[in-house]
C-alpha cells in the first residue's frame, strides 16, 4: 500500500490545494491529508471546519483519509510508517522555505519530500488572500470549491455581525 502525506493549514482548501491532493490520488493509493494545528495562530475556520470541507470536497476521489496533527509532520509520518509527503510549488519564491523543510524532516526521519508544480491557473492562490479579497467583497468563487465558497462568504459575514 503506497501513502502519503498532503499537510497544510487549509483555511480553507482552495483549488489549488484540491488540484495538489487529485494529482497526489492518482499517485497513491492513499493520501493522508493532514491539516498541521497551530496554536499560535488564531484561523477563520476551526480545524474540525477545515476536516469537514476537505472530507467533502475530497470525497469523491475516494482514496484520501483527513486527519489534523499537533505537532511535528515527520512524526506523524513515521508513527503511521508513511515515507513521503507531497508539496505543491506555485512560484520560486515558496521553494526557499520548501526546500528548508523537506531538508530538515529528511534529516530528522529520512521521510522525502515530493513537489508537484502548482497548475498555473492556480500559482497566485493561496488561502490568506482569498480569505482577504472575500472579506472585501472581492469574487473569489472560482478559487473555492462551491461549498468553501459558501462557508467562507458566510464565516465573513457572521464575523462581520458580530462586530
Ligand atoms: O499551508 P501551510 O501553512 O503553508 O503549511 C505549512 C505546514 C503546515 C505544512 C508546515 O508548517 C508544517 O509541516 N507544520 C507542522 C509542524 C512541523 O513539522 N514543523 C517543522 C517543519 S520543518
Given at each position: 500500500?503506497?501513502?502519503?502525506?498532503?499537510?497544510?493549514?487549509?483555511?480553507?482548501?482552495t483549488n489549488?490545494?484540491l488540484?495538489?491532493?487529485?494529482?497526489?490520488?492518482?499517485?497513491?493509493?492513499?493520501?493522508?491529508?493532514?491539516?498541521?494545528?497551530?496554536?499560535?495562530?488564531?484561523?477563520?475556520?476551526?480545524?474540525?471546519?477545515?476536516?469537514?470541507?476537505?472530507?467533502?470536497?475530497?470525497?469523491?476521489?475516494?482514496?484520501?483519509?483527513?486527519?489534523?496533527?499537533?505537532?511535528?509532520?515527520?512524526?506523524?509520518?513515521?508513527?503511521?510508517?508513511?515515507?513521503?509527503?507531497?508539496?505543491?510549488?506555485?512560484?520560486?519564491?515558496?521553494?526557499?522555505?520548501?526546500?528548508?523543510?523537506?531538508?530538515?524532516?529528511?534529516?530528522?526521519?529520512?521521510?522525502?519530500?515530493?513537489?508537484?508544480?502548482?497548475?498555473?491557473?492556480?500559482?497566485?492562490?493561496?488561502?490568506?488572500?482569498?480569505?482577504?479579497?472575500?472579506?472585501?467583497?472581492?469574487?473569489?468563487?472560482?478559487?473555492?470549491?462551491?461549498?468553501?465558497?459558501?462557508?467562507?462568504?458566510?464565516?465573513?459575514?457572521?464575523?462581520?455581525?458580530?462586530?
Amino acid at each position: 500500500m503506497r501513502r502519503a502525506v498532503c499537510p497544510g493549514s487549509f483555511d480553507p482548501i482552495t483549488n489549488g490545494h484540491l488540484d495538489i491532493i487529485e494529482r497526489a490520488s492518482k499517485l497513491y493509493d492513499v493520501v493522508h491529508v493532514v491539516v498541521a494545528i497551530n496554536p499560535n495562530k488564531q484561523g477563520m475556520f476551526t480545524t474540525e471546519e477545515r476536516i469537514g470541507l476537505i472530507e467533502e470536497v475530497t470525497a469523491p476521489l475516494g482514496n484520501v483519509v483527513v486527519e489534523s496533527h499537533h505537532g511535528l509532520l515527520v512524526d506523524f509520518c513515521r508513527e503511521r510508517g508513511i515515507p513521503a509527503i507531497i508539496k505543491g510549488l506555485r512560484a520560486v519564491s515558496d521553494f526557499d522555505y520548501e526546500l528548508q523543510m523537506a531538508q530538515m524532516n529528511n534529516g530528522l526521519t529520512g521521510v522525502e519530500t515530493l513537489f508537484v508544480p502548482t497548475s498555473p491557473t492556480y500559482s497566485f492562490l493561496s488561502s490568506t488572500l482569498v480569505k482577504e479579497v472575500a472579506a472585501y467583497g472581492g469574487d473569489v468563487s472560482h478559487l473555492l470549491p462551491p461549498t468553501v465558497h459558501d462557508r467562507l462568504v458566510e464565516r465573513i459575514a457572521e464575523r462581520r455581525a458580530a462586530q
